[in-house]
């Protein structure tokens, strides 16, 4: 049975609250953390505290097993191999490899494919590769009420296309995307298929043999592990193609004084000391989500949406506008919205109840965590209709009764602030 309330007493942070109560709603930004993940650190730091792969004493050795038994573990959850799960910082660091290591590959004529609704960490890395290597890079239309599939990226395919690399679920609209079939059918073109999974991996079941993903990356924080540590997983065969992005320790065979030989991979992407207590927690995290079942996430997630949006049409209020698709099949846990100050007032951009206002008064209403602002998605947003959105996104341990808390907090905004 899928206990939110006993969820929740894992995670100290919410024991500060027990009396005034906090209903913590900006999860697609960062999720809270378990105790286990907690003491996975501190342990670690207590008992075995080393750097890796260099000392040959016990602690030094014990060290290197559990960042080593990490990156197994870690893999094994999404269904991949150790030697393609590279420790990056976060997706965003992921991205970056990908985008710096690729656009040397693919050469000044190569033209790369993202989407509208990318987070800026899948737009700009590629916008910064295009300065420096040439490379072209064009963006998707996407529908705000639909997902994308295959077909849509289709169309924008073209001889000269090498890299087509999309979220895999949005961050503002929740919107989760149809990547069945695109592996395949952009491999049989010749195109590398990379997935920003920062919104799937700790929300869903994901396995990269089924997406067919060359390359995907993901952030631990966002999945109830620590900050500083993520994953960018690529397929054996390209990563060992691929070049290097930093250079230094850990990442080399042989030095000379004119060039170097790279490690094998993982290690040839993972220059300097590592963070490995970050490894270990991201580990402690994969455990406590295993052990839920990332079946049993997704379908609480997906009952917290449609709860949303049920609730949504009951208060009935006109003024409030969000945004994504309505059909929770295809909807992570993500509810983004606006306040109109004057519900008649037709025009796009300007008469919204400022998203901070809304965040802030929601907290002191309500005692409901809201986030504010583009949420690093300005394309999206923008072609939304605003400069801002406020958003509420769930997790495991979030309930129905959050969602009422939600909703008395939108309602009484709306009293005070609508003409
Ligand atoms: C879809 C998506 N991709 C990438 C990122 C970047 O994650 P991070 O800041 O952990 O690198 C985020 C963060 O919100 C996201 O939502």
Redesign the pocket.
Known sequence: MFNPEEIKSHFPIFRRFEREGIIYLDN??TTQKPSEVIEAIVSYYENSNSNVHRGVYRIGEEATDLYNKSRENIASFIGGKPEGTIFV?????G?NLAASSLSRMIGKDGEVIVSRM??H??IVPWQIASQNTGIRLKMMESNVESHLKWEDVEKYLTDKTKIVSI?H???ILGTINDLREMGKNLHDRGIIFIV?A??SVPHMPVNVSDLDCDLM?F?G??MLGPSGI?VLYGKPELLEEMPPYMGGGEMIKEVFEDHFIPADIPEKFEAGTPNIEGAIGLSAAVDFLKKLGMENVRAHEKDLISYTLRREEELNMPALRSYGPRNPEIRGGIYTFNIKKDSKDGRPFGNEVHPHDISHMADRIEGVELRSGH??AMPQTVSLGVYATARASYYIYNTREDVDHLFNAIEKIGRRMIR
Do not use: F, I, M, V
Not at 89 to 93: D, G, I, S
């Open positions: 697609a930004a910082r976060n997706a965003t660091e991205l990318e987070h960490s899948n979220t679920a949005s961050n920003d920062a919104q990356a952030s924080h966002k993520g949420h690093c």
